[in-house]
Nanobody
């Protein structure tokens, strides 16, 4: 069973950068995608970026394209999200997640089966 632990959140000024990490432990053999999601206090959870574990294909939400970069280390034990040019609307709790499902929208939280506890990101204007 997988266990995910996020870190790296914090407070930053608009235009700043943060790097989130997600430490992955447990069996990853049937993981097809790893992803980052976020949820503002009054909003639904939304997909930010997803990364295929088989061919390194990455997909980004339009709102973060060109500013965020998703990656993972060679041992696949750490998933990262480099966030640049942060905006106040990027504020929210960020979660990493994995899925063993091979179909569906990879930015749809409904297809993800394992989640971390989240890390808070606050961007001040």
């Amino acid at each position: 069973q997988l266990h995910l632990v996020e870190s790296g959140g914090g407070s930053v000024q608009s235009g700043g950068s943060l790097r989130l990490s997600c430490d992955v432990s447990g069996y990853t053999g049937r993981t097809f995608y790893m992803a980052w999601f976020r949820q503002a206090s009054t909003e639904e959870r939304e997909g930010v970026a997803a990364l295929s574990t088989t061919n390194s294909y990455a997909r980004y939400a339009d709102l973060v394209k060109g500013r965020f970069i998703i990656s993972r280390d060679n041992t696949a034990t750490t998933l990262t999200l480099q966030m640049n040019s942060l905006k106040p609307e990027d504020t929210g709790k960020y979660y990493c997640a994995t899925t063993s499902r091979g179909v569906g929208d990879v930015l749809d939280p409904a297809i993800y089966t394992t989640w971390g506890q989240g890390t808070q990101v606050t961007v001040a204007s």
